[in-house]
């Protein structure tokens, strides 16, 4: 904010201190709640109880108000000279042209975000929007910008939640900042999901670097196959015999085959769920890409608990069923 702003905000911020917890000499002022409501309040040695019925209630009710009179005066002070004392129309400022202001961008702005090919993600309150030249991330009470050609990315984090709100399936959330040359642009971070990665990197300028070594997923397959590793991994385990020698994955023919399908969901006769009487003839890797070749890509809520048949026998299987050779 300017000097002005910061001005006020600080001496409001005193008064109200004083204003709660009032001091000797604003007592003396008589500026304090039982002062100033004292013809509403009454005698207090007349009436103790409703004295301070009152007086409890008065003093709720202005110490309420104390925050709505500072953003008020503060939604007042920005909208002054045309907008120009808000922090949203310096923040353009910076990026405007020596001849001109932040309308200048603001309307660059508006142009390019009418546009449909503009990339766009995010709830209402934490969104994501790049356009041809700019780069904004949406927030509560403010907007953070930079221009594309003056901007460094970096992928700095990476989140993976196994189920989210909306559906069964696992996601996971990058965070990338966003860095300017500009040194009048502060640093921010953007966060999306990684299926949505690849849309805005076609819709960026500059590359982004991956200094975190992040492993981004940028299918729903590719999030499948680690959710399906993870959950195989604790399943029960598959003691080869001695005898019996693995031989190469005929999926991939890199890997040895390290997967034995076992039905362990249910009793034998129960269910959808058949035994498969194959030799180990598949690595992970390729059978959980097979799992998920099998399913309906319209409705991923539904992989996890689905069942598939073997690609040798036909038999159906769930997770549950796929063990680890030991």
């Known amino acids: ?164 709100p909306d559906s069964n399936m696992p996601v996971q959330f990058l965070t990338i900042r966003v860095a300017s040359i500009n040194p009048y642009v502060k640093a921010f971070d953007i966060r999306l999901n990684s299926t949505e990665y690849g849309e805005l990197r076609e819709k960026l300028r500059a590359p982004i670097s991956n200094a975190a070594n992040v492993v981004i997923h940028q299918s729903l397959s590719d999030l499948f196959l680690e959710t399906f590793t993870s959950l195989v991994e604790i399943n029960q385990t598959y003691p080869v015999p001695g005898t019996q020698e693995l031989e190469p994955c005929i999926g991939c023919m890199q890997t040895i085959a390290n997967i034995k399908l076992i039905k362990n969901c249910q009793e034998p006769n129960e269910g959808e769920c058949q035994q498969c009487y194959c030799r180990p003839m598949w690595c992970l890797t390729c059978m959980g890409k097979w799992f998920a070749s099998r399913q309906d890509q319209q409705h991923p809520e539904t992989w996890l608990s689905s069942q598939v048949p073997c690609p040798t026998c036909r038999a159906k299987f769930c997770i549950l069923d796929v063990c680890i050779i030991r």
């Open 1 to 164: 904010m300017e000097s002005p702003a910061v001005t006020f905000t600080l001496a409001y911020l005193v008064f109200a201190v004083c204003f709660v917890f009032p001091p000797d000499e604003v007592r003396s002022a008589g500026l304090t709640v039982q002062s100033l409501l004292a013809a509403w309040l009454g005698s207090e040695d007349a009436a103790f109880v409703q004295y301070h019925l009152r007086r409890s209630t008065g003093t709720l009710l202005a110490h309420s108000l104390l925050p709505l009179a500072v953003t008020s005066a503060l939604a007042y002070y920005w909208s002054r000279k045309g907008w120009n004392n808000h922090p949203l129309a310096r923040t353009l400022a910076v990026h405007a042209l020596p001849q001109s202001g932040w309308r200048a961008v603001a309307s660059s702005i508006n142009m390019e975000f009418r546009r449909i090919d503009k990339f766009a993600t995010g709830a209402p309150g934490a969104r994501v929007i790049v356009t041809d030249t700019w780069v904004i991330k949406v927030t509560t009470y403010c907007l953070h910008v930079a221009q594309q050609q003056d901007i460094h990315l970096t992928v700095t984090d990476s989140r993976q939640h196994e189920l989210t």
